[in-house]
């Protein structure tokens, strides 16, 4: 046998045996604890409740608000399999990783499709032009404005977005695919409008106000402080090498020269803290990832004291000592 059917066996034994762990355990199970909502009563309405479920820990299940829960338990264990499936991309491309994968970006994007339609077709677009309709039929508890018409002054302006989001559609037409072009352009220049002033507060003005700082600290009984005094003689600097680095109208020789090789040191350190702080938040991720495998779904560790170890490991009497020591 080759290596790759050697592995399939291996996987193969390893889910039945995580599966058989599961129903002997309970491990996997997800409770929820129901609560009884009373919505915003206006006046000549019947008034309206809906359940809200909350996770709640396995430890209270025996309390009357806490029931087992299916399709969390289900959540859990579909989460579990797929993170098992996107780390066999260690052992290499295989199947397994692929179909977890295009789950993982098919989901995502039917995710951002309807997030995007309630939040905002229904409750932004129609919630604006019909508020009463899309409270009778969608939106039961969205707070009530006044019923603005959509031919009134007032209302008329969210008429513009819904024609050109039609328009928008004509992109999925054979014929007459040129009148998305005109939404589609006002979109782009709108976004970009708005993040260009967005982002030039925040990181252009933002910038340029921290590093005019003072080269000179003073305590505030007036004597000299040290390290605050180094730090803004560092940042001035850096920030003025880094400059001088990007500045080509003159060739980089002599003291330009010196400086921009500064700059060149400067912007090394800076990539690699950047580089570090990412490896370090994807090593964050990984260790959220291996967590929620030994904690949630396999019940062989409990740092939160969610559940009771005993109740855990009264099945399988071999796995209370591994308990009891995680």
Same mark, same amino acid.
């Given at each position: ?25 309970? &491990? ?27 996770? *709640? ?111 928008? /559609? ?21 976004? *970009? ?49 880094? /400059? ?67 109740? &855990?490991? &009264? ?12």
């Amino acid at each position: 046998m080759n290596a790759r059917t050697i592995w399939t066996i291996i996987f193969i034994f390893g889910a039945v045996a995580l599966l058989v762990r599961g129903v002997m355990t309970g &491990a996997g199970s997800a409770y929820v604890r129901s609560t009884e909502v009373q919505g915003k009563v206006q006046t000549g309405e019947s008034p309206i409740s809906w359940m809200v479920y909350t996770a *709640a820990d396995p430890r209270e299940q025996s309390e009357p608000a806490v029931s087992y829960s299916l399709p969390r338990t289900v959540g859990v264990w579909v989460a579990a399999l797929l993170t098992l499936c996107i780390l066999s991309f260690l052992w290499g491309d295989n199947p397994f990783y692929k179909f977890a994968e295009s789950v993982v970006v098919g989901a995502s994007a039917a995710y951002v499709m309807v997030a995007g339609f309630w939040s905002t077709i229904v409750s932004n677009l129609l919630g604006k032009l019909t508020p009463a309709f899309v409270r009778g039929w969608a939106v039961p508890g969205m707070s009530k404005p006044e019923d603005i018409p959509w031919w009134s002054d007032e209302g008329n302006w969210y008429i513009v977005p819904l024609a050109l989001s039609i328009m928008l /559609l004509w992109r999925l037409s054979p014929k007459g695919a040129w009148i998305a072009r005109w939404p589609l352009a006002f979109f782009i220049g709108a976004t *970009a409008g708005f993040r260009l002033v967005g982002f030039l507060g925040p990181d252009f003005v933002s910038q340029i106000g921290n590093t005019i700082i003072p080269m000179y600290v003073k305590m505030p009984d007036g004597g000299f402080d040290l390290w605050p005094t180094v730090r803004n003689i560092v940042t001035v600097i850096g920030v003025l090498a880094c /400059l001088v680095y990007f500045f080509f109208s003159f060739e980089h020789k002599g003291v330009v020269g010196r400086t921009a090789r500064l700059g060149i040191w400067f912007l090394m350190i800076t990539f690699g803290a950047g580089f570090g702080y990412t490896v370090m938040g994807r090593i964050a991720l990984l260790a959220e990832r291996l967590q929620f495998l030994f904690d949630d779904w396999l019940w062989i560790i409990d740092p939160t004291g969610k559940r009771a170890i005993e109740a &855990a490991s &009264a099945a399988t009497g071999w796995l209370q000592p591994l308990a009891w020591t995680c």
